[in-house]
């Protein structure tokens, strides 16, 4: 009952993680009898739910037949004890970099459909639809490269302070690890993330209309830190300039007050390893909240300055068509943003009954204060369960317990900060910005099931 056909019509395998099979819905039931301690009123109707869904299911199939508990008792499938259980499995892994069960060879990073395919590739998407909890894993993190990626020597490369400092300074490798670290989780999200939806292009699945967006753990030293040993001007120094070591002449520049409150960070780790070479190995900055092009990759110097750079990548890419016709600048921070993952286009429900909504919601101005939900195309919402941990500028992950009637259903998900901001439906969105926009796109997302199960991306104004 699952489908494995590729939506996107591009001979691939499907996109991602399907929802599962009915069978494998009884071992939810498993997990809900272990949650002893859950509130109960959520367990009976979770309960509830199942057995109205399995009821007429059940009593048809085989394995129901041969145990007479039915759903309850589960499958009988249980007491066929499969190889792995009798005999003995493998010896340590021998290529020392353990690698996903082959199972999950679906998950994969992918080009865009709605994109014009060039002989470079130059942007890979995160299979968002697959993904659990908040962190992507590093070999799904997406990629964007202006002119291609390197894998650069790191006892080569080295990293340049100058501009308005009293000693310009430069660093190997070896001496950025020797500083005091932190650690943080941020996401990262390129300006261009959701940027086909501006023309209502409606790329097939999450992956396509929201992977443009990971989340990591990085680790570094904060440029401030560095900024001090150099003696940069504070006062004087309103922004800094950094710029990479790949031929895309990639600068941009950062008002010094996201530098000096310690947010930005000079980093080498990511997930507790270090960065892969696609997302800037050995060096890149981490600039939270702001979009992805100011986090630039291979980072070779900062510069200290006292206005704005306004580079290639400021003045004629990355800014804002707006509907009176001028330009918006340097528009770098992420407003509060989110979408479901599951269910999503693309996917396909198995059956009436119970499901988890699940989702991501973040901002680049502080943490995700409360997520709603709307099964009904906006007209009524309820508030997700936002589960924890919910950190500064990070994604953060949103779960909801709903019953599918077998009706057409649009689902949607609105998140809100703390500062107050709410997101935008496109009609609110449209209004400010105009319709011939390509970065920043943060309206809320209209995901269509069919009665047939099948789920669509859909735009709702
Ligand atoms: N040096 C360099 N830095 C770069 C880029 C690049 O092409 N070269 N691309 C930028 C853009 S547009 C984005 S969205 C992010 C993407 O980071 P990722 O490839 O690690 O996902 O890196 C930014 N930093
Ligand atoms: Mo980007």
């Known amino acids: 009952m699952i489908s494995s056909e590729d939506p996107a019509g591009q001979g691939g395998p499907a996109q991602g993680r399907l929802l599962k099979a009915p069978e494998n819905f009884l071992d939810r039931e498993g997990i809900k009898t272990v949650m002893s301690e859950g509130k109960r009123g959520r367990r009976d109707f979770i309960r509830n739910a199942f057995a109205t869904a399995m009821a007429g299911a059940a009593a048809t199939t085989a394995h129901a037949q041969a145990n007479p508990v039915g759903v309850e008792g589960g499958d009988a499938n249980i007491l066929n004890l499969p190889p792995h259980s009798k005999g003995l499995g493998q010896a340590v892994a021998t290529d020392g970099y353990g690698k996903p069960s082959k199972y999950e060879g679906n998950v994969q990073r992918r080009q865009s459909p709605g994109l014009t395919q060039t002989t470079q590739a130059s942007v890979s998407f995160a299979p968002m639809q697959s993904l659990f909890g908040i962190v992507t894993p590093s070999g799904l993190h997406f990629e964007r490269h202006h002119q291609g990626w390197w894998d650069i020597d790191p006892s080569k490369h080295r990293f340049m302070i100058n501009g308005l400092v009293k000693t310009p300074k430069v660093f190997t490798m070896d001496e950025l690890m020797r500083l005091p670290s932190v650690s943080r989780f941020h996401f990262i999200e390129c300006g261009a993330n959701t940027g086909m939806e501006w023309g209502n292009v409606a790329v097939p699945t999450a992956q396509y209309t929201h992977g443009m967006l990971s989340c990591s753990e990085f680790t570094g030293v904060p440029l401030i830190t560095l900024l001090e040993m150099a003696g940069a001007d504070l006062k004087a120094g309103k922004f800094v300039l950094a710029e990479g070591a790949d031929g895309s002449s990639m600068t941009r520049t950062i008002p010094m007050s996201l530098v000096t409150s310690g947010q930005v960070l000079v980093a080498y780790g990511q997930n507790g390893e270090m960065l892969r070479p696609e997302n800037g190995y050995p060096l890149r900055l981490v600039v939270p909240g702001v ?26 890419h990355y800014v804002d068509l707006m509907p009176d016709g001028t330009h ?16 999503s286009g693309g996917q396909v429900l198995l059956d009436k009954g119970f499901y988890n909504i699940t989702g991501l919601a973040w901002s680049g101005r502080g943490k995700v204060k409360r997520v709603d939900v709307s099964v009904d195309g906006g007209r009524n919402w309820r508030s997700a369960r936002l589960e924890t941990p919910v950190l500064d500028r990070c994604l953060s992950r949103f779960n909801l317990d709903w019953v599918w009637d077998g009706k057409p259903a649009i689902l949607q998900s609105r998140a809100m900060d703390e500062t107050g901001y709410v997101q935008p439906n496109y009609t609110q969105l449209r209004k400010a910005r105009g319709t011939r926009s390509i970065y920043h796109n943060n309206a809320i997302q209209s995901w269509m099931v069919q009665e047939s199960g099948e789920v669509k991306n859909v735009q709702l104004s």
């Open 291 to 316: 979009q992805g092009v100011s986090w630039v990759k291979y980072l070779r110097r900062v510069e200290v300055g006292d206005q704005p750079w306004a580079a290639k990548d400021e003045a004629v």
């Open 328 to 343: 918006r600048q340097y528009t770098s921070i992420q407003e509060c943003k989110s979408v479901i993952t599951t269910p």
